[in-house]
């Protein structure tokens, strides 16, 4: 199923214009080059593991969405000449379709981070998935990753972290009511 492509539009403190959407098949390049914004740093936490590409695989999987059990917000900004710029990706993706639990993930291009981006695209992705169905979100995360933390945090202050013991802990946060 195609996820319809409605925008929306958001403005961060520091006035820069942001386009939210949602993924669709066709944004495999979008992805690929959102990629290539994230530092060994920013890869690594995102996913724990050292990763230089994305395989042909991945990018299918990452972009095959329906928009209920596998839902993905990109955010676009602007590059110097007017063209549609990747800045960050937010998923949720139900392990079975009962539940009202997903694993949800956030990334931001390097180059805009610290600007609460991270914070914008987590509130949003929350709403769309409050709206789908969804209470809870969980996840993994690096235990040294204090700004992935916070930003969870942020949305739910009671958010549990558990050690997996291997340098990750496991997440579960509550989505809040009204979003």
């Given amino acids: 199923m195609e996820?319809?492509?409605?925008?929306?539009?958001?403005?961060?403190?520091?006035?820069?214009e942001l386009v939210l959407?949602?993924?669709?098949?066709?944004?495999?390049a979008l992805v690929a080059r959102g990629f290539a914004g994230l530092g060994p740093e920013s890869r690594y936490r995102r996913?724990?593991?050292?990763?230089?590409?994305l395989t042909d695989r991945e990018l299918r999987e990452l972009t095959r969405v329906d928009g209920t059990f596998h839902y993905a917000l990109g955010v676009l900004g602007w590059d110097a000449d007017g063209g549609e710029q990747p800045l960050?990706?937010?998923?949720?993706?139900?392990?079975?379709?009962?539940?009202?639990?997903?694993?949800?993930?956030?990334?931001?291009?390097?180059?805009?981070?610290?600007?609460?981006?991270?914070?914008?695209?987590l509130r949003r992705l929350a709403r769309e998935a409050s709206q789908r169905g969804v209470r809870?979100?969980?996840?993994?995360?690096?235990?040294s990753n204090v700004g992935a933390r916070c930003l969870i945090r942020g949305?739910?202050?009671d958010a549990r972290?558990?050690?997996?013991?291997?340098?990750?802990?496991?997440?579960?946060?509550?989505?809040?009511?009204?979003?």
Avoid: H, N
């Fill in 3 to 16: 996820v319809p492509d409605l925008r929306s539009y958001e403005v961060l403190s520091d006035d820069t």
């Fill in 21 to 28: 959407r949602p993924l669709r098949e066709a944004d495999r």
């Fill in 47 to 53: 996913y724990m593991v050292p990763k230089q590409v």
């Fill in 88 to 121: 960050a990706i937010a998923r949720f993706v139900r392990q079975r379709a009962d539940s009202d639990e997903a694993d949800a993930a956030v990334a931001v291009v390097d180059a805009a981070q610290g600007r609460g981006l991270g914070k914008v695209l």
């Fill in 136 to 143: 809870r979100f969980v996840g993994d995360v690096l235990s």
């Fill in 155 to 157: 949305l739910d202050p």
């Fill in 161 to 179: 972290f558990v050690s997996q013991g291997d340098g990750s802990a496991r997440f579960a946060l509550r989505l809040p009511d009204g979003l």
